[in-house]
């Protein structure tokens, strides 16, 4: 028996060694591994919340279709098997949703040993107010955003003899849109103020880009929304307003930088070495 618990403690030495260099760094072989476990714990959580997701999934397609309804959309489904297929799409969109958190720390964890406390704690920064703008930017659209927007499309009917019948597939993949594009809209400052933390952009250039970035951003709502003016506005004005934010924000966490105790960034390279 003693023997064999020597035999196992002897291989899983040889295993910790095999995954580490002689100056204790992880090797590549160690690297891979981390990754694959990694990426192991974050398929075993999609596929659980995924398999959650869809055994509620009808009662969250009742939650979003119950604002359609509010200003007379009828729903139907013109092929046997949409209403089926909107289930298992709306699953694997919640169960994403759901499991963002726990990617976001299992990427943060796999290179938090080669980050220093200062990019350490941007990076935990970028990943939190990352996910609260990202809930912000949805929430925007279901209070705000679609209200507006369905009443307005549906007001087009009005005056006709033409009923509007939506199709459950339609109707769902543009509320997700809308969802998914707000959302990102939304990340506009946090990846402003990352960027300029790295020193990839600076104030002065996102300044001098005002009016190009408006041409752009009134392109992208264009690309993003239905063809109509009010779509396209209910999009590019509050990404407007989030760039100007951004140039705010950043220049605020850049005079705050310059004027951070040099102390402070010398006691964080002598805790690194």
């Given amino acids: 028996m003693k023997k064999e618990q020597n035999a196992a403690k002897q291989t899983a ?18 690297h891979l591994k981390e990754f694959r476990n990694r990426l192991a714990v974050c398929l075993v959580g999609l ?27 009828v729903f139907v489904y013109i092929s046997p098997q949409e209403l089926l297929m909107q289930q298992f799409t709306i699953s694997l ?22 980050l220093k406390k200062q990019e350490n704690r941007l990076f935990i920064g970028v990943i939190i107010s990352g996910l609260i703008c990202f809930v912000i930017g949805v929430i925007f659209a279901y209070k705000i955003m679609l209200p507006f927007m369905l009443r307005f499309l549906i007001d087009l009917s ?15 993949n543009f509320e997700i849109t809308i969802f998914v ?32 970035a408006i041409i752009v951003i009134f392109l992208i709502a264009a690309l993003v929304t239905p063809p109509d003016i009010v779509s396209q506005s209910m999009v590019a004005l509050p990404m407007l307003g989030l760039y100007i934010l951004s140039i705010y924000l950043s220049a605020f966490l850049l005079k705050f930088k310059k004027k951070k105790p040099e102390g402070e960034d010398e006691d964080d390279e002598d805790d690194d070495d």
Avoid: H
């Fill in 181 to 212: 594009v707000m959302g990102f809209i939304f990340e506009l400052p946090v990846v402003s103020v990352l960027l300029t933390q790295l020193g990839l952009i600076k104030v002065e250039w996102m300044k001098k880009g005002i009016r190009p």
């Fill in 93 to 114: 969109v919640v169960a994403i949703c759901v499991m963002l958190p726990l990617l976001l720390y299992q990427i943060w964890a796999y290179v938090q040993p080669a």
């Fill in 47 to 73: 596929v659980i919340a995924f398999l959650v997701a869809l055994y509620f999934s009808q009662n969250i397609i009742n939650f979003l279709t119950t604002m359609g309804e509010k200003y007379d959309y």
């Fill in 158 to 172: 009005s005056g006709t003899n033409i009923q509007a019948s939506i199709s459950v597939e339609k109707y769902l």
């Fill in 13 to 30: 030495s040889k295993k910790q060694k095999n995954e580490k260099s002689e100056d204790g760094k992880m090797t590549i072989t160690g």
